[in-house]
């Protein structure tokens, strides 16, 4: 073997080994611990420090979980940098009785921490409420399901429901039909973004 292709060689041998190496870092395993979903009436918040106007607050429906990421090896910054938690809420069909509407949101969370617990949460408005029930009030009541996905690198790792089989968002239904009628909001698209920041994980401003 010449001079020339014992150099080219060790190059090609050298850049071969670094890409395992690249990928043996970059590649962790992660596990999740996902409870049951949860979902409560809340009132609009009000805040001091402005001039005050009258008004009766209404109630938003908040929809949360708690996860808890572990990934192997740990990253030694104690953080998982992005997660998918792919919501599906079914509601009662104001237009139909027995049938549900599916409400679907895909939010991203940067920056979570690991082997802590930590809540992902989703929203209905008002507005929305009432679109779904006729009354300010109504939110919790007009909730069938909830479900979530827990994505992390595309993968599907952790699944739950508030109640039935987990999946039935998946499962060919003639009661339960897909609607944009009105919009799930994470919770940066609602007044309750600066609240209990440190609870919560961070949604990316990549996708509100």
């Known amino acids: 073997m010449n001079t020339l292709l014992r150099k080219s060689f060790a190059i090609t041998a050298s850049a071969f080994i670094a890409a395992l190496s690249i990928g043996s870092a970059s590649g962790q395993a992660a596990k999740v611990l996902a409870d049951k979903p949860a979902f409560d009436d809340i009132p609009s918040p009000e805040f001091g420090g ?4 009258s008004f009766k607050p209404k109630d938003w429906l908040e929809i949360e979980a708690k996860l808890q990421i572990s990934l192997s090896p740990e990253p030694p910054t104690k953080t998982c940098d992005k997660i998918t938690v792919k919501w599906y809420i079914a509601v009662k069909n104001p237009e139909k009785s027995g049938t549900f509407l599916l409400l679907t949101k895909d939010i991203d969370h940067v920056n979570v921490p690991v082997s802590e617990d930590v809540y992902c949460s989703v929203y209905l408005s008002p507005s929305s409420i009432k679109r779904l029930t006729g009354f300010d009030r109504a939110g919790k ?13 595309g ?12 999946g ?10 897909r609607s944009d009628k009105v919009q799930l909001l994470n919770k940066t698209e609602t007044p309750f973004s600066p609240m209990w920041w440190d609870r919560y994980a961070e949604v990316s401003v990549e996708r509100r």
Do not use: F, P
């Open 141 to 153: 009541s007009s909730v069938e399901y909830v479900g979530y996905e827990v994505l992390i690198n």
């Open 168 to 177: 039935w968002w998946s499962a060919a239904s003639d009661k339960i039909s």
């Open 155 to 166: 993968e599907k790792v952790a699944q739950e429901t508030s109640k039935g089989k987990v």
């Open 50 to 53: 402005t001039k005050n106007k």
